[in-house]
């Protein structure tokens, strides 16, 4: 679990109005803690470092000090609007988190050993990403940076579900507490398409209809 701290502020000013301004002034994000037993707080984020931390995905699964009007709390990022088209974070929020308390959360999912897998390497099968995350359930100190999945050994025709992903020591995942039905696939293994003398002949009368459409 990595450290990250972010200064903010409390923000009176609120409405859509006022996140505009706070925006447009380009120093600060705005942005709500909630969870636990305080209420929901309205705050303001300092944007360098802000803007630093998203950089990294180990960000959205840390613990993260949040010191607000030089008080401290523990939270996890729970959630990020962006603008539609520009590198921009229009908002952000931000759960509380007890030490003594489990949460829910999402930590991304790597793959480790896809240069030497049998069915990539020696039965020509490519890799189907069925997920990119897995939501999980841990007290915070056990939040793990990310889980890992080895794929060296898995042929053609293979499938990892959620059942199948090696936890740390207090990590959960909720979705097996529910049943069999909700043990999703995570990846697989599939054969690649051989492509045939007509797909290349489809594609090469494609591209001359495209350079006569041009003419």
Partial sequence: MSDFTLNASVRNDLGKGASRR??????????????GEKEPQPIAIEKPAFYKAIEEEVFFSSVINLVVDGKSEQVVVRD??????????THADFLRVAANQEFTTRVPLHIAGEEHCVGIKD??????????????SCLPKDLPDYLEIDISDLE????KHLSDLVL???VSIPALALGEDHDGPVL????AKVRSADDDAEDAEGEEGSESGEE
Avoid: C, S, W
């Fill in 123 to 136: 039965q020509d099968g490519e890799l189907y990403h069925l997920a990119t995350d897995v939501e999980i």
């Fill in 168 to 170: 740390p020591a207090g």
């Fill in 22 to 35: 706070l925006r447009r002034a380009n120093e600060q994000v705005p942005a709500i803690i909630y969870g």
């Fill in 80 to 89: 990020l609007q962006r603008h539609p088209y520009k590198q921009l974070v």
């Fill in 156 to 159: 053609v025709g293979a499938i």
């Fill in 188 to 191: 697989n293994i599939v054969k």
